[in-house]
């Protein structure tokens, strides 16, 4: 079952912060965070691992609550260039075992408008 | 280092043919994933190889195959195509693909278009 993303559209002025929710009826292993612009291949952002830390560099972090099985994208002071779609690819290995191998399974994506 | 290339980038069938897209990984990375892109069903997994063994398959039907070669590059096909199989196809590469905290890299994927 796939994740669920909210939310599915936000449309920011320059400097603005908004939030991504990503979230799994499934134990997560790891949570992935890519953005597409149109036309273009997924770029990764980061990975945010069971039992890990906080991750972000500048104006981008993410965190991963295990216990509601969540992740959340903090993007602060927006700009242009981050417009695109922002999805979240979740890996649910472990629990009862085995592996996933190559898989994620993605989020339907949330639409970020950056407006001047 | 040269990303995850694909090719072709556009490609235009009619039903009931048949199409192969190509994957070569970045240079070191062994596993390759499939992925279909579309506006309804958003990103969904087709299958993954490794040393030339497919060891995941999503669920699609059997008219999706893939394969690899001993130079990792990877091949998939879709035999007797439909409408509904309009898409984009991605692929992925990673090293092992064996650990969630591998990073999958993408490439600009293939515009395939049953009419």
């Known amino acids: 079952q796939q994740p669920v993303q909210s939310p599915q559209a936000v449309i920011l002025r320059e400097g603005e912060d908004a939030v991504i929710n990503c979230s799994s009826s499934?134990?997560?292993?790891?949570v992935h965070w890519y953005r597409q612009k149109h036309g273009e291949a997924p770029v990764f952002l980061m990975i945010?691992?069971?039992?890990?830390e906080q991750k972000g560099h500048e104006k981008i972090s993410a965190s991963f609550n295990e216990k509601k099985q969540q992740s959340s994208l903090y993007l602060t002071a927006s700009q242009l260039s981050y417009s695109g779609t922002y999805f979240c690819?979740?890996?649910?290995?472990?629990?009862?075992?085995?592996?996933?191998?190559?898989?994620?399974?993605f989020g339907q994506g949330t639409i970020l408008t950056v407006h001047p | 280092k040269a990303g995850v290339t694909q090719t072709p980038r556009y490609l235009i069938k009619t039903r009931g043919q048949q199409v192969t897209l190509s994957c070569s990984p970045i240079?070191?990375?062994?596993?390759v994933s499939w992925y279909q892109q579309t506006p309804g069903q958003g990103l969904q997994f087709l299958f993954e190889?490794?040393?030339?063994?497919?060891?995941n398959k999503g669920n699609f039907p059997g008219r999706f195959s893939g394969r690899q070669f001993s130079n990792s590059r990877s091949e998939m096909n879709v035999s007797t195509l439909e409408l509904g199989d309009s898409a984009l196809y991605l692929c992925?590469?990673?090293?092992?693909?064996?650990?969630?905290?591998?990073?999958?890299?993408f490439g600009p994927g293939t515009r395939l278009l049953v009419l």
């Open positions: 992925a590469s990673s090293r092992t693909g064996q650990r969630g905290s591998e990073t999958q890299y």
């Open positions: 499934k134990a997560l292993y790891s």
């Open positions: 945010l691992l069971k039992g890990g």
């Open positions: 690819g979740t890996d649910h290995r472990g629990g009862a075992g085995g592996t996933s191998y190559g898989k994620l399974t």
């Open positions: 240079s070191g990375h062994r596993s």
């Open positions: 190889y490794f040393s030339e063994t497919q060891r």
